[in-house]
């Protein structure tokens, strides 16, 4: 790369902003294009620099890591010299009381990095104001801390200082990619373009291109030492067995954090605020008069195997720098350094290939997790052996960032709206809230449709629903699952316009519509359809109805102004495929609007089917949400609606009864 390129960074914490100012010190033009400062989990870090006291033993994450911790002094000096801001580094050492005799087995790593046993006695001499429980305790001096809040903030005094421009409030919505290279990228406030890209937009990753990293969320609080208190009476961190407590040297003390794998649900709970004041207090009592001054949370970026990803992708200009997850402060040193050298200097260290994505196309990474003050979901179960593929990861297993589309396809326009992706998908049926974000991720779906009924009603599954997912990018589709008159159909479509703007979709007036009276074989009454159909397009709904594969009735929906037709496979969950080709043949060949075939796929091949048929569109749900992997399946799922369409944009050869050579019988050798 030359001086002339330039650079592209999408995400503004640490990690972005670390890449940012290593690499236009090295004499490259860079932007950071950047969603949301605040939001970063850089702001809602602790900030400590703790890999002993984080037990990390994985032998090139524990490299990566003290490499990192050696490089801080001087990575500090540096910033500092260069802005008048202060970052609070503290090389305090930290301090890891137990309240019962270590077990061999889980003794610190002995390399470079010096750890004490501290008994009963030396250790509530070397910290007074410890519970009673502790009866011991590791100390590791050269470990510590960064105010990660002030940290960030240097960092973006010192880019903005030497020249890096920062674009605020730009959301990156999609890295468009043609043969191998990243061509451009579409962002709220239009398209952006550069010789290079780097991925570094922490837990919400996957909204970008689908990488394994999933939001694990951390509560977090603070307490003030009062000014009275003097001298402070903390001086190190604290690294307990359910909770840490770092004090600042301005008096404030850290209390962190929970660790809960609830997708991106904001909010501090009176459980996860109790949990950790519940341990703190016992940990070190001095605490408990001290007043709250705050509480915050924040999402760290997770990988399946807890280690960062690093450097190459799908495509030769663009590098990931994602999934720090609870290490990424003491990671960002090492993390701008090695990938400035590769993009700029195409230096390569062979640390990196130990952290490319490319790992999870191996099934060989275990998970681990050892998280403080746990709320966690339970991992969600290992699937059974399969066969091993190319395409078979670690678990929780998340699709990897897809090859580039190799045809370009007219959009699908419902109700004038246009939509790339041809694949619709739903929210229920899934095991957890991950599974289902990995999933509608994975699946490339533009349009998730929602059962208003069960929202309303808070249905298993369908808590949370507001917060985990991302309706600035995906268009809601309310439907009225479980009604069984036209009346209560219109009741709920009218409710889910209401949930819509509630979301921030203001003119979103999509409804599916179902009427499904009979609860055995769940099939729709075409009469109660098409009066509430009749009803709802005069209150200027765009409605598409869930229908039986009737020729008649999907041309009367269409003619009293519908804005689609969705003709059911088989029963819906059935995963029987599609049992009625013929009559959705005659749908499709008499249809004017899109005809959305839905309901009854059960695997990518019919998916395919239905598509080389000339379906517009497709919804499936049950078969992903219910498969053993379902973000797998959702991009299998994708793969099978692309290939079926591809193929019908082909053109199929005519079905012959005969044989037909395929070599040229002219010009043959005779004798
Ligand atoms: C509670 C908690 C405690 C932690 N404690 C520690 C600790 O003690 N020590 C430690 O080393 N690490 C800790 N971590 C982990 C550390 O905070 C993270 O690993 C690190 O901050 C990740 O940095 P990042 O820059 O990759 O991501 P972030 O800091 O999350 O920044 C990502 C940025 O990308 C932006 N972005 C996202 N999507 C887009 C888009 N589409 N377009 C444009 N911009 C986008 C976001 O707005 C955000 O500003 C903790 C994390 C939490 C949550």
């Not at 004499?27 to 950047?34: D, E, K, M, P, Q």
């Not at 202060?86 to 610190?108: E, F, H, K, M, R």
């Not at 091993?388 to 370009?408: C, D, G, R, Y």
């Not at 992903?624 to 082909?650: D, S």
Request: one cysteine or more; glycine letters at 8%.
């Amino acid at each position: 790369m030359n001086s002339t390129s330039d650079i592209l960074i999408i995400g503004g914490g640490v990690v972005g902003l670390s890449i940012a100012i290593e690499l236009k010190l090295r004499g490259a033009a860079v932007t950071v294009l950047s969603r949301d400062f605040q939001e970063a989990a850089s702001h809602a870090a602790a900030g400590m620099l703790a890999p002993s006291a984080e037990s990390i033993a994985d032998a090139p994450m524990r490299e990566l890591c003290l490499r990192s911790l050696r490089l801080y002094p001087d990575w500090i000096s540096k910033l500092e010299s260069l802005t008048d801001r202060s970052t609070g580094y503290w090389a305090c050492g930290i301090l890891a009381p137990v309240t019962a005799t270590p077990d061999p087995q889980n003794l610190p790593v002995l390399d470079s990095l010096p750890a004490h046993w501290l008994d009963r006695s030396a250790i509530h001499l070397a910290q007074p104001g410890f519970g009673s429980e502790v009866i011991g305790g590791w100390w590791y001096p050269e470990e510590g801390q960064v105010d990660n809040r002030a940290l960030a903030k240097t960092l973006r005094s010192v880019a903005e200082a030497i020249g890096v421009e920062i674009q605020e409030g730009v959301a990156v919505t999609e890295i468009v990619q043609q043969q191998g290279q990243v061509v451009k990228l579409r962002s709220n406030l239009g398209d952006r373009s550069a010789g290079h890209y780097v991925l570094a937009t922490g837990a919400w990753s996957q909204s970008v291109i689908p990488v394994p990293v999933q939001p694990c969320k951390g509560q977090m609080l603070a307490v003030q030492v009062p000014s009275s208190v003097s001298p402070l009476p903390l001086q190190r961190v604290l690294y307990g067995e359910h909770v840490y407590i770092v004090p600042r040297q301005d008096g404030r003390i850290v209390i962190g954090a929970t660790s809960e794998t609830i997708g991106f649900t904001p909010g501090n709970t009176p459980a996860g605020l109790q949990t950790l004041l519940n341990a703190a207090i016992r940990l070190y009592p001095t605490l408990k008069d001290f007043p709250i001054q705050e509480c915050w949370w924040g999402f760290r970026p997770a990988t399946p195997d807890e280690r960062p990803i690093l450097g190459d992708s799908l495509c030769d200009n663009l590098t990931l720098a994602t999934g720090h997850f609870r290490n990424g402060i003491l990671l960002t040193p090492i993390t701008a350094r090695l990938l400035a050298d590769r993009i700029w200097n195409q230096a390569i260290d062979p640390l990196l290939n130990e952290f490319s994505w490319q790992r999870f196309l191996h099934p060989s990474n275990a998970r681990l997790s050892h998280d403080i003050a746990s709320t966690a979901a339970p991992p969600p179960p290992t699937p059974p052996p399969t066969q091993p593929s190319m395409l078979q990861f670690s678990t929780p297993q998340i699709p990897q960032p897809l090859p580039t589309p190799t045809f370009a396809d007219e959009p699908l326009i419902i109700a004038g709206r246009e939509f790339r992706s041809r694949l619709m998908t739903g929210t229920g049926k899934y095991r957890n809230v991950a599974e289902m974000q990995g999933s509608i991720a994975s699946s490339g779906c533009e349009i998730v449709t929602v059962a208003v009924r069960r929202v309303q009603t808070n249905a298993p599954g369908h808590e949370g629903l507001a917060e985990a997912i991302d309706w600035q990018k995906i268009w809601m589709l309310p439907n009225t699952a479980g009604c069984q008159t036209a009346e209560d159909a219109i009741r709920v479509a009218r409710l889910g316009r209401e949930m819509a703007k509630l979301l921030g979709q203001e003119d979103n007036h999509f409804v599916k519509l179902e009427v499904i009276p009979d609860s055995q074989y769940l099939l729709p009454d075409p009469i109660g359809t098409l009066e509430a159909a009749e009803q709802l397009v005069k209150e200027g709904f765009a409605v598409l109805p869930y229908i039986n594969a009737d020729p008649l009735l999907a041309k009367r929906l269409e003619d009293i102004g519908c804005a689609t037709v969705m003709p059911l496979g088989s029963p819906i969950g059935s995963g029987q495929g599609i049992r009625n080709t013929a009559n959705i043949q005659i749908i499709i060949e008499n249809a004017n609007i899109p005809v959305v075939v839905d309901a009854g796929i059960g695997t990518p091949s019919e998916a395919a089917q239905a598509m080389e048929m000339g379906a517009d569109a497709l919804l499936i749900n049950t078969a992903i949400a219910q498969a053993e992997n379902p973000p797998l399946m959702a991009q299998a799922m994708r793969f099978g609606a692309e290939a079926g369409r591809m193929a019908y944009l082909a053109g199929r050869i005519p079905v012959k009864a005969f044989a037909s050579a395929s070599s040229p019988l002219s010009g043959r050798i005779t004798e």
